[in-house]
């Protein structure tokens, strides 16, 4: 049964610091991009930060280049979501994803909140 948790959201002051901790299970994670979507109340879901399977490049959303850093440790089966300077503008649901070789291999955590504010 494939698994993607989600943790660590939550309230936090802007320009802080908070990361986001994505654990995955019943696939072969080494073989799957990672990557990081948000959704803001009334929007879109929209894309933050992807990782790919065995090289490791990123990228990154415009709007949080520079601030995020999403990593991997396959032997772990987690990717994480290092999220710093944080903005208002930042608060929403982060949702995890997991993409295989195909459409039928696409995976997506329940959610975790994060609030940005004073």
């Known amino acids: 049964q494939v698994q993607l948790v989600e943790s660590g959201g939550g309230l936090v002051q802007p320009g802080g610091s908070l990361t986001l901790t994505c654990a995955a299970s019943?696939?072969?994670?080494?073989?799957?991009?990672l990557g990081w979507y948000r959704q803001a109340p009334g929007k879109e879901r929209e894309f933050v930060a992807a990782i790919h399977s065995y090289g490791g490049s990123t990228v990154y959303a415009d709007s949080v280049k520079g601030r995020f850093t999403i990593s991997r440790d396959n032997a772990e089966n987690t990717v994480y979501l290092q999220m710093n300077s944080v903005k208002p503008e930042d608060t929403a649901v982060y949702y995890c994803?997991?993409?295989?070789?195909?459409?039928?291999?696409?995976?997506w955590g329940q959610g975790t909140q994060v609030t940005v504010s004073s």
């Open positions: 994803n997991a993409a295989g070789p195909g459409p039928e291999y696409d995976y």
């Open positions: 019943g696939f072969t994670f080494s073989n799957y991009a």
